[in-house]
């Protein structure tokens, strides 16, 4: 972050070695009060493990004091519009929690499984990592164009996106308030990801808006 | 000297994509760079058949800045070889395919006799390479093999999850060339150069929507030393394109 110039972060468990999400969210949890200033925290769930999924979801937002849930659908194996992830997304409405889901991988979190979800959920704030997309052909990208545009309750983050000129439209079509600066680390060099949000070829108020104020209101921050 | 070994011109209304030459040369001056390579997005003859007039064209409005490759679709036999003719007569530096959009294998026969072609102008063959089937490096690398007097640039260098595996499939088939366009690691393009060398590792972006700042920067990221920096900006480009004939 310091290398970075980049002030504050969402922070999330990676996939733990043995697969506990629970000593993960802990640790998680105990980072964030150790630099309060500098991190918030989510916390992460796996959907499959049902009852016991929302309980820690549950404990993430109730007891952990973590900002929102994230869900990998890649690293833990499932869809993210399948109807047993919605239990663990209740527990993040009823808490006005958003949801960080790991997107763009085939199969399990493409733009438009996830804009279903959204549409499911249109009190809850879902924002998708990637700009909901992973290709290098740009392929999955009117897909989520789409997802966005039906659902208000879905922004995109613009860590390791392919093409410059799909963030500036997500800004042009859908407003700068749709997209998030994310750095993707330790996948992506946030020395690198931070160019994304501040070379694009947008107006500065937009940049500001993507760069921090977005992520700012949405973790209830206050600018 | 810094060389962008791959950016588009096109016009495609039905996308709503315009990148006209102007703008390639907007973004190689916001990067400080010299030289650009274009094409088309798509392919002569089909779906554009003007598509090497719309690259010519550039090519005159901007002679000391861009050279060319031309995107050719292997489907059409006689028709593509003298359309690869044509273009080397007009003065393009090489050829690039895109089998994911074209369904061509990159070591179908129609595909590798292209190639062929291009190596007989010791001209490369600019393949699309990243995660989709029929461009992942373990596809193309069969078309290197067979051409082993051609050389074969692995343009994003395996996209996302290819990575590793292009420069993997590089250290033992010695013709191939990775080019870093878009590949979002600039520690893989340092891991390249270790392993590979960095007369194998060329830069481009992709451009003019991929952007050519950030691309240059993420070479500067990567932390290379001097001389490597430079092969890689723009002195092994230039060695390939000035091998040409």
């Not at chain 1, 979801?57 to 929102?68: F, I, K, S, T």
């Not at chain 2, 051409?147 to 996302?160: D, K, Q, S, W």
Request: negative net charge; contains cysteine; hydrophobic residues 45%.
């Amino acid at each position: 972050m310091d290398d970075a110039g980049i002030e504050r972060a969402v922070v999330c468990p990676m996939k733990p070695r043995r697969y506990e999400l629970g000593p993960a969210n802990q640790h998680v949890s105990n980072e964030v009060r150790a630099h309060a200033d500098r991190l918030v925290g989510f916390g992460r769930v796996d959907p499959n493990l049902g009852g016991d999924a929302v309980r820690e979801a549950e404990r993430v937002l109730d007891v952990l004091g973590l900002g929102g849930l994230f869900l990998h659908p890649w690293e833990e194996t499932f869809r993210i519009n399948a109807p047993f992830v919605d239990a663990v997304v209740e527990v993040a409405r009823e808490r006005a929690a958003p949801v960080i889901v790991a997107a763009g991988y085939p199969w399990l979190s493409e733009g438009l499984q996830i804009g279903d979800l959204a549409r499911r959920f249109p009190e809850v704030r879902f924002v998708a990592t990637n700009g909901g997309q992973i290709n290098i052909s740009g392929l999955g990208q009117t897909d989520v164009e789409l997802a966005v545009d039906a659902n208000p309750n879905l922004v995109l983050q613009t860590a390791g996106v392919y093409r410059e000129d799909f963030l500036e439209n997500v800004v042009g079509r859908f407003g700068a308030d749709r997209l998030l600066f994310s750095s993707g680390f330790p996948y992506f060099d946030p020395r690198l990801e931070i160019r994304r949000a501040q070379w694009f070829h947008v107006s500065d108020e937009a940049k500001a808006a993507v760069l921090g104020g977005n992520a700012a209101a949405l973790l209830g921050l206050g600018g | 000297m810094i060389i962008d070994a791959h950016m588009h011109v096109d016009d495609i209304p039905a996308l709503g994509w315009k990148m006209g030459a102007d703008l390639v040369v907007e973004r190689l001056d916001e990067a400080g760079i010299d030289r650009g390579v274009v094409m088309t997005i798509v392919d002569a003859p089909e779906v554009n058949p003007n598509a090497l007039e719309l690259v010519a064209e550039a090519l005159a409005a901007y002679p000391d800045r861009l050279d060319a490759f031309a995107r050719i679709h292997p489907w059409y036999g006689d028709e593509a070889v003298a359309l690869l003719e044509r273009a080397f007569e007009l003065g393009f530096k090489g050829l690039k395919l895109h089998p994911v959009s074209s369904i061509a294998h990159p070591a179908g026969e129609d595909t590798l006799r292209l190639i062929r072609i291009a190596a007989a102008h010791t001209a490369p063959t600019l393949f699309h390479c990243g995660d989709e089937p029929m461009t992942t490096p373990l596809a193309v690398a069969p078309a290197a093999e067979a051409v082993p007097e051609a050389t074969i640039i692995l343009g994003h260098m395996g996209g996302y999850f290819h990575v590793d595996e292009a420069i993997e499939v590089a250290e033992r088939v010695p013709n191939l060339v990775l080019e870093t366009s878009a590949m979002p690691y600039p520690q893989k393009i340092a891991e390249a150069v270790e392993r590979l060398g960095a007369e194998r590792v060329i830069y481009a972006s992709d451009g003019p929507v991929c952007s050519p700042r950030i691309e240059v920067e993420k070479v500067r990221v990567a932390g290379l030393d001097a001389e490597a920096e430079r092969l890689v900006l723009g002195e092994n480009a230039q060695r390939i394109l000035e091998a040409v004939t």
